[in-house]
């Protein structure tokens, strides 16, 4: 067990709608980063979130957003959802250097 | 960015041999090496990092080597058991890009009794 959960653990959603997906990290970690798994491919950096403020992102447009909280809870907001952006997603909590997985959300969208 | 490259796809090997997944990674300014087994249905479960400080590391039947000057690094599974089985990701970062993970597109391992 990493102390990482996320919620929910699957969903469905239709081209066009809005999603938010749910992460609570370890007590104590003050980063969280959110990665994006595709079906037979490694997890892809979506962002990172450090003290509540965005701390890096990686190759995905502004539609995927972020916020985190500072009772170690965050969120993933995804506008606009497209097919493509059926994946795994997963939450990361951090004390600074190695980073711990939650289980992720299973999004298909259709 | 850094672009990290992992080999084979797909490995099978019987109950009792040594597994190996060899990875390389493009940005010599990479000093942190995490590998993760991701069982189905679950997350990225770390199961030994390396720094580039060291050359290998070793916890029990698992054993990481890391190769700088050649950009590349070694996940080791010795007398491997079923539940072993698994996919297995390499990622490399930086502390100077506060550890932001890129990973390889894994390894399928299939031990077989």
């Known amino acids: 067990e990493t102390g990482v959960t996320q919620s929910p653990t699957h969903l469905i959603k239709t081209r066009g709608q809005q999603v938010t997906l749910r992460c609570s990290s370890q007590s104590g970690h003050n980063t969280v980063s959110w990665y994006q798994q595709a079906l037979g491919q490694g997890p892809q950096f979506i962002f990172q979130y450090y003290r509540e403020e965005e701390n890096g992102r990686g190759n995905f447009p502004p539609r995927f957003s972020g916020l985190q909280f500072p009772n170690y809870s965050s969120e993933l907001n995804v506008n606009a959802l497209e097919l493509d952006d059926s994946a795994l997603y997963l939450c990361?909590?951090?004390?600074?250097?190695?980073?711990?997985f939650g289980p992720g959300t299973r999004l298909l969208v259709l | 960015g850094e672009n990290v490259e992992q080999h084979p796809s797909t490995l099978s090997v019987q109950e009792g041999d040594s597994a190996v997944i060899k990875c390389t990674y493009s940005?010599?300014?990479?000093?942190?090496f995490p590998w993760y087994k991701q069982e189905l249905g679950k997350g990225p479960q770390l199961i030994i990092d390396i720094r580039s400080n060291v050359g290998e590391k070793k916890d029990q039947r698992i054993a990481v080597t890391l190769n700088k000057t050649a950009k590349h690094f070694s996940l080791h599974i010795t007398e491997t058991q079923p539940e072993d089985s698994a996919v297995y990701f390499c990622a490399a970062s930086q502390r100077s890009n506060d550890y932001k993970l890129s990973f390889g597109a894994g390894t399928t391992v299939t031990v077989r009794a």
């Open positions: 990361a909590s951090s004390d600074g250097e190695t980073q711990y």
């Open positions: 940005d010599s300014a990479s000093n942190y």
